[in-house]
């Protein structure tokens, strides 16, 4: 099945072998469960450099532009301004020249809709490939590094936009044909992908938030979980309070996947201290940013660490439910 490694084998076998890491004292925050970006205090002390890596591996239209998205919004939410990027671009053997200048089109408009810099890469034709593969590395600084595993008891979870934005897209473009679903409502969710930068809100959110995180494979559900793990707490999430959007539910249901449960990029999970939490949505209201309080932040109280929805009580990593739906499809070609 593809998608992410376990947690358990990133313990296993990654997160204890990291070179020099465990001498490096300008290390703020390395390879943990849950973090999507690392902290590196600048040596002279000016600030801290946050940088997250990421692949585009499944996407076939607008990979560029998901690539810099996907790169820019692990630093947005570690409380950062995203101003530089690197990218690797892998072709298959034979591509026309206009994949490359489409990517490459892509990455530069999105950069500079988010406004960082592409300061360097490598790009190849690889036989193997089928369809283009990107590896970007974003980088950004910040005064005050915002962790995934920052949530404490009390605090209010706060989820902006809804569930599942990426992955209505991706239902759309990729199954519309056969879900039965109209050509409007498949029109608009296809547009979503317009809207996967959590840039613009992570940049209100930072100023209140104690944790932040990006939902992406496994969807907000796993978002939650993976902000209940880093932080060490229970999140207690009630479904009905998080926003899902009309084009996801039908696609969803059309489907018979989770809304919570598809990739969820797009939406930014956070925790923020309960006193703050009426100016953070009243902010983000002010910036057309929609915003919702969808659960709180409890103690173990001697458990671990869960995500309870709706009552279920939810520990281990959850699996994405459009894999399924692509295995299928591949299994039918």
Not at 40 to 52: A, H
Not at 68 to 92: C, E, F, I, Q
Not at 199 to 226: C, K
Not at 260 to 271: D, E, H, Q, Y
Request: glycine share 10%.
């Amino acid at each position: 099945m593809p998608g992410k490694v376990s947690p358990d084998d990133l313990l296993a076998h990654v997160f204890e072998r990291t070179g020099a890491a465990e001498t490096d004292e300008t290390i703020v925050q390395g390879p943990a469960d849950g973090e999507d970006a690392a902290a590196i205090d600048w040596p002279d002390g000016e600030g801290t450099l946050v940088v997250s890596s990421d692949p585009i591996s499944l996407a076939a239209a607008e990979v560029g532009t998901l690539g810099v998205y996907v790169a820019t919004n692990d630093v947005a939410v570690s409380g950062a301004d995203p101003r530089w990027l690197t990218a690797v671009v892998l072709l298959p053997n034979g591509a026309d020249e206009r994949v490359l200048e489409e990517i490459s089109h892509d990455l530069d408009a999105a950069a500079r809709e988010v406004g960082a810099s592409i300061v360097g890469g490598h790009s190849e034709y690889v036989d193997q490939l089928e369809r283009p593969l990107l590896s970007l590395t974003a980088m950004g600084t910040t005064e005050r590094f915002v962790p995934t595993g920052g949530a404490e008891p009390g605090d209010a979870v706060v989820l902006t936009k809804a569930a599942g934005i990426e992955g209505t897209a991706i239902l759309a473009a990729d199954f519309g044909d056969e879900l039965g679903v109209g050509s409007e409502t498949r029109e608009r969710a296809e547009g979503f992908l317009g809207e996967i930068s959590v840039v613009p809100e992570a940049r209100i959110v930072r100023e209140y938030a104690t944790a932040m995180h990006d939902p992406t494979e496994g969807g907000v559900a796993a978002g939650l979980l993976e902000v209940a793990r880093a932080s060490n707490v229970r999140l207690e999430v009630k479904r009905d309070a998080v926003p899902i959007r009309e084009e996801t539910a039908a696609l969803c249901e059309a489907a018979g996947v989770d809304p919570l449960r598809i990739f969820g990029s797009g939406a930014l999970v956070a925790t923020v201290p309960a006193d703050a939490l009426d100016d953070c949505l009243e902010d983000l209201a002010d910036a057309g940013v929609e915003a919702a309080e969808i659960g709180t932040v409890q103690g173990l109280e001697g458990g671990e660490p869960e995500l309870v929805l709706d009552g279920e009580s939810i520990t281990e990593p959850i699996e994405d439910d459009l894999y399924p739906l692509w295995e299928a499809a591949d299994a039918d070609d």
